[in-house]
């Protein structure tokens, strides 16, 4: 048994001191997206059509892909702000390099790498600066946007009809049926819930954002860590930009309200602001559960520049859950100190 395996029990045991009778804790959240999708469904019945659906999974796709790598870095304990921008960059590289003639397949790795390069830059200044990824996101959130916006004014955007077998396959469906960007997106998430969970990797995420000096005295590179969770969350906003080929990239603010969903979704999935606990598949929950409230705003005839005013709201409702949750949580504790028989 490592060093690590005692602090992550101990960690386990002070968080769930009655794990036998805990419910999954994307339970609650599963509950509400069954809640929503009924009063939808029962207000409208043409939100329940099939073609609906399958559209309401594709737009959730890309922003849930977002969620996804928020999940690891909610549970260092850390918030990066700039993974919608990381996103629109790599959608505009790729359609720019589509447009010069660059093979496609070349074109989409050159995003993912984009991705991955401007995480780096996030990672290296977080560690070498000391700071909370949060406050340097901030700042490169806008150096980002101010490329984009620099960027869109080039103009260059991918084919309005391109062939090949790359954009058969990224705008293609399965059987069918079901949209690639849904596969892709279905298929992270059970690798990321792995590597989260089942991995050495995530095992030091999750004990470094539960007790940082702690991890640190077990002999977990700290820094480490941090750095390679914001190359992972820049590598997938590389990749979910390098498949939006579908959509057009021109609008600066594409990829802006983004990162707000992509929070609020995993916070509302269960994942944790305190850091120390993540939950992926709670993540992919809380996405649908976004997108349906704003499809909601549509079929119900809202008018659509409420939408960020929605959206901010979910942010808010998302945090005084969490908020609640971890009261919740510390009274349990107490009353588990208390009475440990009870």
Do not use: C
């Not at 892909?65 to 919608?84: K, P, T």
């Not at 998430?189 to 991890?215: E, T």
């Amino acid at each position: 048994m490592t060093r690590l395996d005692p602090m992550l029990q101990l960690a386990g045991s002070a968080a769930h001191p009655k794990r036998s009778l805990r419910l999954p804790v994307e339970l609650r959240p599963l509950i509400g997206l069954v809640v929503l999708v009924a009063i939808t469904g029962f207000a409208r019945p043409d939100f329940l059509d099939e073609a609906n659906v399958l559209s309401l999974l594709e737009t959730a796709a890309y922003p849930g892909m977002l969620a996804i790598g928020m999940v690891f870095v909610l549970a260092l304990r850390e918030i990066d702000l700039s993974v919608g921008w990381i996103f629109h960059l790599a959608a505009l590289l790729t359609a720019f390099l589509l447009a010069a003639g660059i093979d496609p397949w070349l074109a989409a790795l050159s995003g993912v790498l984009l991705g991955a390069g401007l995480g780096l830059v996030n990672g290296l200044l977080v560690v070498a600066l000391r700071l909370p990824a949060i406050v340097v996101t901030l700042g490169t959130f806008a150096m980002f946007r101010g490329l984009a916006a620099v960027a869109v004014k080039m103009r260059a955007t991918a084919p309005a009809s391109p062939g090949g077998d790359f954009f058969e396959i990224v705008h293609g469906k399965l059987f069918g049926l079901v949209p690639t960007a849904v596969f892709v997106f279905v298929t992270m998430a059970v690798v990321m819930h792995l590597v989260l969970h089942r991995s050495r990797f995530g095992y030091r995420i999750q004990a470094v954002g539960s007790n940082p000096q702690a991890a640190l005295y077990a002999g977990i590179p700290t820094g480490a860590v941090r750095l390679q969770t914001l190359v992972l969350m820049g590598i997938v906003s590389g990749l979910a930009g390098a498949l939006w080929l579908g959509s057009p990239v021109t609008d600066v603010d594409q990829g802006g309200g983004f990162v707000l969903m992509a929070i609020a979704a995993a916070i509302i999935g269960g994942t944790s602001l305190s850091g120390g606990r993540g939950t992926v598949f709670g993540a992919v929950i809380g996405m649908l559960i976004v997108q349906v409230i704003l499809s909601g705003v549509t079929l119900f005839g809202i008018d659509a520049a409420w939408s960020p005013f929605v959206i901010g709201a979910v942010m808010v409702l998302a945090l005084a859950l969490d908020r609640l949750d971890k009261v919740l949580r510390i009274r349990q504790a107490e009353r588990f100190q208390e009475n440990p028989r009870a």
